[in-house]
């Protein structure tokens, strides 16, 4: 089945999504897919081109997704925060054949963005659309950070995506009368997955948030009746320690589900118990979305002392290094560039760099082998915030590493070898020079003489990460 054949069984609603800027029917999002879709056409988009757009968590974000497959093209989607670096080596990776974004675009040689506002109005109506043959079963490209610094664009197919919104409805007990909240920019596959795809497979409601506010979030939990929301730890501890807190401005949600670091079970208890719903571990990635959960009657305990279980043909397995590794239908297929999916895919099994102990199918946790900092549910490479800091003249050489954090799950914090000094003043006003995403930028800067290194030359991050519960520090006053 391709994405826009399940979307389009759905059942109508008055209220399909709900944004900042409006509430807008079945009806209303169809007419500007076909329009949007007709225009790309016209501007001769063809089955199997790729279309980058870079929008703000909106109805607009759900509509270039949907038109894209109207018409059998490619999305790609361009994470909202990304700094122009970011961007111009997606760009250079999936090579669009248009762009599709707001005002605040950087300069990106050679493409010239278009909005969904200037699409819609250079067709007619949807009935000018009629859907295209898809070339091949790509649907999206999402990136996400590799190990050389670089993003990688994940590539997913119509049949990963559609099998993943389906068996996800299934496992949460998603129906019509449920509403999702989604504060998640729309280029992560958490956010496609809850912003797209599910209302899609369930025909619920989704309300969608350009930037997470925890008291406008509790006006739209009450006011949408809100059931069901999935997010780092930091957007539920946000939510509860926030001044207009009450009880009551949550009734009617009934589960929340969480992955990332942070996820402990002393957490997982106080939002039951605080929030009054079922609280959920999940483990996922964007080249794995939502691999492992929890069914929404499996065992309490089950649920946040460990990140879940498989369902339907998905398996998972733990090699001899401890290393846990996936099979099954809702993977991607790969990366754009062949040789990281030959590294990390291997014989229908992806190789997730992340270490874990199995127990009866119910998969936990315990570690990373790669070098990922994971931010607020943003994946980070400590290789590309390195890069960045080593281009700077006043710094000799940096390793970057997580520093655990209460609110964040973790924050970057960064080791340098600058002689002549180097402070987090300093820092940030480099990253902002580069064009870096703000949610990279380190949030602590240790000077030292040297970095300590392994026999095998390699720094030994371990031991930074132990000195970062050691000493003094310099830390950032606010998170950007």
């Not at 008055?14 to 807008?24: A, P």
């Not at 361009?78 to 605040?104: F, I, K, N, T, W």
Request: hydrophobic content about 45%.
């Amino acid at each position: 089945m391709t994405l826009d054949g399940l979307l389009a069984v759905a059942l109508a609603r008055d209220d399909l999504v709900v944004d900042s800027r409006g509430r807008y029917s079945s009806a209303e999002v169809g007419s500007r897919v076909g329009a949007v879709a007709a225009a790309l056409t016209a501007r001769n988009v063809a089955p199997g081109d790729r279309v980058a757009f870079r929008l703000p968590v909106g109805v607009d974000a759900v509509v270039a997704y949907r038109a894209c497959w109207r018409i059998g093209a490619v999305a790609v989607a361009l994470h909202p925060a990304a700094g122009s670096h970011q961007l111009v080596q997606a760009l250079e990776q999936a090579r669009p054949a248009a762009v599709v974004a707001g005002d605040d675009f950087p300069p990106a040689p050679g493409y010239r963005p278009v909005s969904v506002d200037e699409l819609a109005g250079e067709a007619g109506t949807a009935a000018s659309a009629p859907a295209g043959a898809v070339t091949g079963d790509d649907a999206v490209v999402m990136f996400t950070s590799g190990s050389t610094g670089a993003p990688r664009g994940v590539v997913h197919t119509h049949g990963s995506l559609a099998y993943k919104a389906v068996q996800l409805a299934g496992a949460h007990g998603l129906t019509r009368d449920d509403c999702a909240l989604v504060p998640s920019p729309l280029a992560h596959v958490a956010g496609l997955l809850h912003g797209v795809l599910l209302p899609g497979a369930s025909a619920m409601k989704t309300v969608l948030m350009a930037r997470w506010e925890p008291e406008e979030a509790l006006g739209l939990i009450e006011r949408e009746s809100v059931t069901y929301m999935v997010g780092p730890p930091t957007l539920f501890t946000t939510l509860m320690d926030c001044d207009g807190f009450e009880p009551s401005r949550t009734a009617t949600l009934r589960m929340i589900s969480c992955g990332g670091a942070g996820v402990t079970p002393a957490f997982c208890r106080r939002a039951a118990d605080t929030l009054g719903v079922v609280v959920k571990r999940s483990y996922g990635s964007t080249e794995a979305p939502t691999f492992a959960t929890s069914r929404f009657d499996d065992p309490p305990e089950r649920m946040i002392l460990t990140d879940g279980r498989t369902f339907g043909e998905s398996r998972m397995r733990v090699d001899a290094s401890g290393e846990l590794w996936l099979a099954g239908p809702e993977l991607a297929r790969g990366y754009l560039e062949p040789a990281d999916t030959k590294a990390a895919f291997v014989d229908g099994w992806f190789r997730t760099g992340d270490l874990a102990t199995l127990d009866e199918g119910w998969v936990t946790i315990t570690g990373r082998l790669g070098d990922r900092i994971i931010r607020s549910g943003e994946n980070i490479s400590a290789t590309e915030v390195e890069q960045h800091l080593e281009a700077h003249p006043a710094v000799l050489q940096a390793a970057a590493v997580a520093e655990p954090d209460d609110r964040l799950g973790e924050r970057v914090a960064a080791f340098v070898v600058a002689p002549g000094g180097f402070d987090l003043a300093a820092c940030r006003e480099w990253f902002t020079r580069r064009g870096a995403a703000r949610f990279i930028t380190p949030e602590r800067i240790e000077v030292v003489d040297e970095l300590p290194v392994l026999a095998s030359g390699k720094v030994d991050r371990m031991k930074l990460a132990a000195r970062l519960r050691e000493g003094s520090s310099q830390r950032a006053g606010a998170a950007p």
